[in-house]
Every structure is written in structure tokens, then in C-alpha cells.
């Protein structure tokens, strides 16, 4: 079993920042590839970051890229996003969500209860 938990999530204007942060613990398989999600109110979950264990790589959807990154410390069992140029759209809820797939692409089996952030203009 998998526990997830977000914190970080916050409000802040526009052109602003916040680094949200996941801690993993339970089975440690379970959680080699992380990564977060995002949804807003009447609006599909969409991925918007993640980071394999294999090689630390990482993916980003175009909305995001060049503006949120996502890290890890596999000592900690932690993984971060920062997230900078923060826009009112960004505005969600943001989930930690994990896997035991070593890569990114694959569906994610456990999910953290989410951090909400909040941007206004």
C-alpha cells in the first residue's frame, strides 16, 4: 500500500510561485515513477508533470513546460513541483499521484487526496 501526501498548495497573484510538496511512504516499488495531476472545476484531470526512476527524465505538457519543474529525493521519498509564472488558469486542484512503472507513460495506480492552488490576476 501507498500513502501520498500533498502540501504547498496555496493562493497567490499572478506571475507568482509555490512549490508543492508529495511524500510517499509504504512500498517502495510502488512509487518509482511519480508525478502530478491537475484538475479544475468542470474540467477533465490533466498530467502535468512526471519524473522516472529510471533516469530522472521528465515530462511536461506544452501549458507548463519552461514554467513548472518537477524533482525528486528518493532519500526523503519526496517529490516537488515548482511551479513559477504562475497564471489564473493554473488555478486547481493538484494531485500527487504514483506508480510502479520504472518510466513515465504508464497509468498511474496510486493517488494523494490533493492541494488546492489558487491564482488570481
Not at 66 to 90: C, H, W
Amino acid at each position: 500500500q501507498v500513502q501520498l501526501v500533498e502540501s504547498g498548495g496555496g493562493s497567490v497573484q499572478a506571475g507568482g510561485s509555490l512549490r508543492l510538496v508529495c511524500a510517499a511512504s509504504g512500498t517502495t516499488h510502488r512509487f518509482n515513477t511519480m508525478g502530478w495531476y491537475r484538475q479544475a472545476p468542470g474540467k477533465e484531470r490533466e498530467e502535468m508533470a512526471c519524473i522516472s526512476q529510471t533516469d530522472g527524465s521528465t515530462y511536461y505538457p506544452d501549458s507548463v513546460e519552461g514554467r513548472f519543474t518537477i524533482s525528486r529525493d528518493f532519500a526523503k521519498n519526496t517529490v516537488y513541483l515548482q511551479m513559477n509564472s504562475l497564471k489564473p488558469e493554473d488555478t486547481a486542484l493538484y494531485y500527487c499521484a504514483a506508480v510502479g512503472d520504472p518510466d513515465c507513460g504508464a497509468e498511474y495506480t496510486d493517488w494523494g487526496q490533493g492541494t488546492q492552488v489558487t491564482v488570481s490576476s
